[in-house]
Every structure is written in C-alpha cells, then in structure tokens.
C-alpha cells in the first residue's frame, strides 16, 4: 500500500487578484505562504519519500513552506512541465470576473471547468490531461509501484486532470470538480495501482 498527496499551490499574488494565471511565473502571496505552512502541519505525520512539482515557482515556494512546518527538510523536488497549469492563451492576466460579464454564466463555467473547451493560443483541460497523465504513469507510479509514497504539488486544472485518470471519472464529472488552494487530496493505493480510498485535508 502506498499513498498519493497530491497539493494544489498556495495563493498566489494573481489568485488574489482573480487573474488567470496560466503558465505566467507568480510568486505566492502571503495567504498563500500560511495555506502552505498549514498544509505543512497537516502533513508532519505522514512519510514522504519523494515530492514532485511544477516547473513555475508558486508550487515550488509551496513545497518549500511545506518543509518548513512538517519538519522534512530533507526533502528535495523534481520539478517538470507536465505538472505546469493549463495555458490561458488569449485569456491569461484576464480579470476572471471581468470575462464573466462579457462572455455570460454559463461560457465562463465552460471556459472553467469544461473538459474540451478551447480558449484560443490556450489548453483545453483535455490538452492538460494528454501530458500529466503519461508523465504520471511513466514517472510518479512507478515509484508508487515501488511501495514509496509520493507528493506532487501542482496547479487546479492538473490536478483535476489527475484526478479524472485515478478516479476514472467521464467528460462531465470532471466539470464539477474543485480544488481549492492550499488543499491536500490523499490516495491509498493497491498493489496495482488501483485507488483504495481517498481523503481530503484543509484547515
């Protein structure tokens, strides 16, 4: 039996503002800092044997809060672009709210949450699937297969991403999925991988 955290980054500076982000390099801001420190705390008494992360900062200044308040300093990351966030495109730095107004409730939720909704020079979250799920099965589960337990630390949408795979969730369960900052989604996983039980964590 092995187990699975998978940690969404704290706040970041642009969440705090309802920009979308995307792959633009954000620091945290302070809320996000304590989300982290916090998440940390929750953690202190589980075994980590390895930490995957995003390439951008914000999931990488998360990590290093985590380290702080659970103690494992010893810990050290492999950061990749698969785990980076979806791509806005034209809508990145884009007022979220602002977007809502223009395009209506119900483009927005698509725009969102949909599974193959396109956003011109952008991902759709069916993009963002095709790259973290090979990575995952090509890297992360071996070392679950292995007996380690394994922490990645990434964005919303790859997370959800994540998710769709191990829970073997169809194209419109996904849609209603969310992941705040900060929190801590915990899988038990079998022998051959298959999810066992799952829990969430947050303060």
Not at 37 to 43: I, N, S, T
Not at 71 to 78: D, E, P, V
Not at 191 to 198: F, I, Q
Request: charged share 30%; aromatic share 8%.
């Amino acid at each position: 039996m092995s187990k699975l955290f998978l940690i969404r980054h704290g706040k970041s500076e642009w969440n705090k503002l309802g920009l979308w982000t995307g792959w633009t390099d954000i620091s945290l801001d302070e809320d996000g800092r304590n989300e982290a420190l916090l998440a940390g705390e929750l953690l202190k008494e589980e075994h980590i044997d390895t930490v995957y992360t995003s390439e951008l900062k914000r999931t990488h200044e998360t990590f290093e809060k985590i380290k702080e308040s659970s103690g494992k300093t010893h810990l050290s990351h492999t950061p990749h672009k698969a785990l980076n966030e979806r791509h806005y495109g034209i809508h990145t730095g884009k007022n979220k709210w602002q977007v809502k107004e223009e395009v209506g409730d119900e483009m927005f939720q698509n725009i969102r949450r949909g599974w193959d909704v396109k956003i011109p020079e952008g991902e759709t979250l069916k993009d963002v699937h095709a790259r973290v799920v090979p990575y995952y099965e090509e890297n992360i589960k071996k070392d679950l297969f292995s007996g380690k337990n394994v922490l990645v630390v990434s964005h919303g949408n790859t997370l959800r991403a994540l998710i769709k795979h191990l829970e073997n969730m169809d194209d419109i369960e996904i849609c209603d999925v969310e992941f705040e900052t900060g929190q801590i989604h915990v899988y038990e996983l079998g022998g051959s991988g298959e999810v066992v039980s799952k829990s969430v964590k947050s303060k």
